[in-house]
């Protein structure tokens, strides 16, 4: 375990003016929070966050990077709490470490293996900091040096493909490509220990048929270069197993076929050296055409800079050989943190401390990772821009659901599965019931409240933005309204029947579909609900011999009783029903006479029955029909309904008259004036009232004022 001393000598050896105290401070803090907690290894589990600490010495990071990672599990797994931290460790760290805390949370509740591409989108979009996916990553390799030690398989199993699918390519990305190839390797390891052992095996045979190898050819590569003057040295390395293996399976080659076993990295001193390393080892080896590539004059998007060459080199063996400066090599290995620390180094004077370095490099890192990603290393092309027109979301169950930005709860639990989406009723968003119209936000946990009775709401339409749950949505008021214009088929059907004294049952039903072209009864039923068949054809199919008594219909002949029998039509309220509604601009009050018109496609629409635009439906008797209010009187229940106005032309006459309306407990919704002249002016006022007797009594009270000189109602 790295001491306390130690630590801060790593940071003092690359960041002078570090913050030592604090680093000290943080040291202690955590051991006491961690108190005697344990690691799976046995070890305190003080150890993790230190080595934690360590590995981001690695990277050269800033004070505030080296102390969050000692106290990147304190808020988690301690008594700390982020007012303390603030108060602490200033604001700067305690958000930090609250950053890496709630990434570590949603790896404990995720289904990521699956998501691994939206997943790692939600990482970047998640961290706001780039260090705290930094400390993130660190975690991550420290938790996979000692996987061993977890005893169940299933768990080290679902961790190392995390860190394959995830956590790996993230470190590529981000250019630290020491982190990447270990946790790659790690992972390996665990996914995949029997290729991997093979692997190994077969390189140790290879290495004891041909010596020190790997030597040899860096010595003569070496002594080449020195004999033309240039300054360089020489590391050979054999490629680590994954990276060997990935080739393999990339290319169905073998362990025989591949070039890339060993690796050679020509380090030279400036870049006029790279190119005259180059001359010398194509003069002197042949060369494997197609492998060469210049990524000094072209680096990559992630700030990576080499010459890659091929060579059939020395013991004609195949050696891949990277040539690059010191500092293009450091940053190689360690991105874009080492890139920062040779800029300062080199800025010298203007160097303005700690925190203005730690912009400068993490802006850099932002940049990279926004305008970075070649088709080559990554396929997703994932952009941080490209996050702000999406939002992350999660289920309670830790699956991850991408959605367009402005997105609801409706479009989400769509997205999860339709039935989901058709049975939502509510839903809780981060624990707390919210409207379903509610816009999510990135790292939102979205908990959908279902029933199974309930269906889509046509009031959805107006806010969701997916088209899944648009088209979803429409689907499902199509069917309900199926459902509705059978049930009230079946209504018309029996009030028609008994008028004669029969009795529609499915038997008799059955007889008429033949005839009248109809599949099924509920089709039959949908169909003279919804008018495109009257309860009439349906009567004459089923009573032939009852076709001659009927007379040919005018308004009025279906309206005896209306309201009494059992057979009529009952409108329980506005709105609820959607083989039903109301004629435009007609207002018709609970307690006034109603009819029903039927209307081909739409059901059954609703008229006062002295509405001035029934006339239009005189002589056709057939479209007429039954109906008559069942208000529920206990559930309240507001009607539109128009009025107008005509009043005096008089100081406060209109507050007089929408005071007294509010008096009388109704509502305004609309208010529309006209001067007729002089002395007059006409008001049309749209009011909700309960029922008819509620209108009257308002009209009434308005009549009493003495600025109003008439009032009527107002209807089409
Ligand atoms: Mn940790």
Known sequence: MLRQYELVDRVLGYDPKADEALINRAYVYAMKQHGSQKRASGDPYFSHPIEVAGILTDLKLDTSTIVTALLHDTIEDTGATMEELTRLFGAEIASLVDGVTKLTRIELTSERSKQAENFRKFLLAMSNDIRVLLVKLADRLHNMRTLHFISSPEKRQRIAQETMDIYAPLAGRMGIQEIRDELEDLAFAQLNPEARDTLLKRLNEFRASSGDIVKRIAEEFHAKLVDHGIVAEVVGREKRPYSMWRKMERRSISLEQLS???????????????????????????????????????????????????????????????????????????????????????????????????????????????????????????????????????????????????????????????????????????????????????????????????????????????????????????????????????????????????????????????PLHKGDISELLASVGDATLSAEQVLAAAYPELTLKKSSSKKG????????????????????????????????LPGERIVGILTPGEGITIYPIDAPSLAEFDGDGTRWIDVAWDVDTDVPQMFPSRLRVTARNEVGALGNITSLIADYGSNINNLSMAQRDTDFYDMQIDLDVRDLKHLTRIMSALNGLSVVSSVARSRR
């Open 260 to 514: 890339d076993i060993f690796g050679f990295r020509v380090i030279v001193d400036e870049i006029d050296d790279c190119y005259r390393a180059l001359g010398v080892l194509h003069t002197h080896w042949a060369t494997v055409p197609g492998r060469f590539k210049d990524y000094i004059s072209t680096p990559k998007n992630n700030g990576y800079r080499s010459i890659h060459t091929t060579l059939i080199g020395p013991e004609k063996k195949r050696a891949e050989v990277q040539i690059r400066t010191r500092k293009m090599h450091e940053v190689a290995d360690y991105g874009i943190a080492a890139h920062w620390v040779y800029k300062e180094k080199g800025a010298g004077a203007q160097n303005s401390g700690e925190f203005a370095n730690t912009f400068i490099w993490l802006r850099q890192l932002i940049e990279m990772l926004e305008h970075g990603s070649s088709p080559e290393e990554f396929l997703e092309h994932t952009k941080l821009q490209m996050f702000s027109d999406q939002v992350f979301c999660f289920s309670p169950k830790g699956l991850l659901i991408t959605l367009p930005r402005g997105a609801t709860p409706v479009d989400f639990a769509y997205a999860v599965h339709t039935d989901i989406g058709d049975t939502t009723v509510g839903c809780k968003i981060n624990g707390r019931h919210m409207p379903l119209r509610t816009q999510l936000t990135n790292g939102d946990e979205v908990e959908i409240v279902r029933s199974q009775a309930q269906r889509p709401s046509p009031a959805w339409e107006g806010f969701v933005i997916t088209g899944k749950a648009r088209s979803a949505i429409r689907r499902s008021i199509r069917m309900s309204k199926q459902i509705e214009f059978a049930r009230l088929g079946k209504q018309i059907l029996r009030a028609t029947f008994e008028a004669v004294g029969k009795e529609p049952t499915d038997t008799i039903l059955e007889r008429t579909l033949g």
């Open 557 to 588: 002949k279906k309206l005896n009783g209306a309201g009494t029998g059992s057979s009529v039509i009952h409108v329980s309220g506005r709105g609820q029903d959607l083989s039903m509604h109301f004629a435009h601009e007609t207002f018709p």
